[in-house]
């Protein structure tokens, strides 16, 4: 099996997966897997796969594991993945991490690491009321935590800031349910498999990403010796 920095985010929404994601590609050259912004960007384009997801989204529910797993295993599969990926938002129930399994299986590759960033429900809720991302770049603000320079105004590319559709009360509750019913078991799954490295969302987003570079650095001394 390869060494290669195959990477997992995993956390309830709002933790700080996207975050801590800009910051890892960066680090680590990366490509950023993002199923969430890969979904919004067909719903946006109207094709097929928009159209199925986009119900599923606006009520806060997962779209069927079947759309999600034939889009993530074209997109592991392409030339930049080769070297690694940073996945952000998959896999978010179990039978997604075997599909993820068996896929990188097939490529004679696994995954080095799940990344849990841990963050409890209250704290959930005001990190998504705030949130606000850019129409242009989709970088990430929050109107309390890190707010932007110019109100409204994205500091990195001067385009407009907005709500996402699904960071409303009724939506993000519904988020959080279908977080620890589906996806917060999968903590356990990469547990018993020796995989999985929990960091404290609640730090500033400076510590946690510390915390985070830190337990890549040893993983990959780990793999040297
Ligand atoms: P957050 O950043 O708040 O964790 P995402 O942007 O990752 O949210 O996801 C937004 C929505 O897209 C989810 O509520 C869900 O409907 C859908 N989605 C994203 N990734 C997946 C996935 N792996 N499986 C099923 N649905 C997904
Ligand atoms: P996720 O991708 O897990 O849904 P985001 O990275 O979009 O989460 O972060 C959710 C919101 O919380 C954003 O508004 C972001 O600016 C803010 N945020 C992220 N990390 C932190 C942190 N460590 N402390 C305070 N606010 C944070």
């Given at each position: 099996m390869s060494t290669q920095l195959n990477l997992i985010l995993l956390?309830?929404?709002?933790a700080g997966k996207g975050t801590q994601a800009a910051r890892l590609v960066e680090d680590f050259n990366?490509?950023?897997?993002?199923?969430?912004d890969m979904l919004r960007a067909a719903v946006t384009e109207g094709s097929e796969l928009g159209i199925k997801a986009k119900e599923y989204m606006d009520a806060?529910?997962?779209?069927?594991?079947?759309?999600?797993?034939?889009l993530i295993v074209e997109r592991i599969g392409e030339p930049d993945c080769s070297d690694?990926?940073?996945?952000?938002?998959?896999?978010?129930?179990?039978?997604?991490?075997?599909?993820?399994?068996?896929?990188l299986r097939g490529l004679d590759r696994s995954v080095a690491a799940t990344l849990l960033v841990e963050l409890d429900d209250e704290e959930v809720v005001r990190r998504l009321s705030g949130r606000r991302m850019c129409v242009k770049g989709g970088h990430g603000?929050?109107?309390?935590?890190?707010?932007?320079?110019?109100?409204?105004?994205?500091?990195?590319?001067?385009?407009?800031?907005?709500?996402r559709d699904d960071d409303v009360p009724e939506v993000i509750r519904r988020r959080l349910a279908v977080y620890h019913e589906q996806t917060e078991p999968l903590a356990a799954y990469y547990e018993d498999r020796g995989m999985l490295k929990r960091f404290d969302g609640s730090r500033?987003?400076?510590?946690?990403?510390?915390?985070?570079?830190a337990a890549l650095a040893t993983l990959r001394l780990e793999d040297s010796v």
């Open positions: 956390g309830p929404p709002g990366l490509p950023w897997v993002s199923t969430g806060g529910n997962l779209v069927p594991d079947d759309l999600i797993v034939a690694g990926f940073l996945l952000d938002g998959y896999p978010r129930t179990i039978p997604q991490a075997d599909a993820l399994e068996q896929a603000y929050h109107l309390e935590f890190d707010p932007p320079k110019h109100e409204g105004i994205c500091d990195q590319d001067g385009s407009r800031l907005i709500q500033t987003q400076t510590e946690v990403h510390d915390h985070i570079r």
